[in-house]
């Protein structure tokens, strides 16, 4: 999957390593709730009692990452105001695989998040 920022472009590449849980549930490395990480989003913690309007979350391993004033993007390429979606524009796929040395099939590597 692709991690994209929304008016700064593409910032990470990693692979989705468990299935969705609410974000009540998850715990990181350590046994770490990510409601004892310093979040910005109060909504999600306002919300965290229910599975319809909270929120779901998974675990990635980042393969390739970099910081937010050095997210990639050019002009014309895919961004998606969805939580998660396919990619299948041909000239974003070749860019993020080159920007992040991602190596695969566009199905293989075709999520962004």
Not at 55 to 81: C, H, L, Y
Request: with cysteine.
């Amino acid at each position: 999957m692709f991690a994209y920022m929304k008016g700064l472009g593409y910032v990470g590449y990693g692979i989705v390593t468990s299935e969705a849980v609410p974000m009540r549930s998850f715990l990181g490395s350590g046994g770490t709730t990510l409601f004892e990480l310093p979040l910005r989003a109060q909504r999600a913690r306002e919300n965290m009692d229910s599975d319809e309007i909270g929120e779901w979350v998974v675990a990635i391993d980042w393969k390739s990452t970099v910081p937010r004033d050095q997210a990639r993007s050019f002009k014309g390429i895919f961004a998606n105001q969805n939580i998660a979606c396919k990619l299948s524009d041909a000239a974003t796929l070749e860019f993020l695989k080159r920007e992040f040395d991602v190596a695969g099939s566009a199905a293989e590597i075709g999520r962004c998040g």
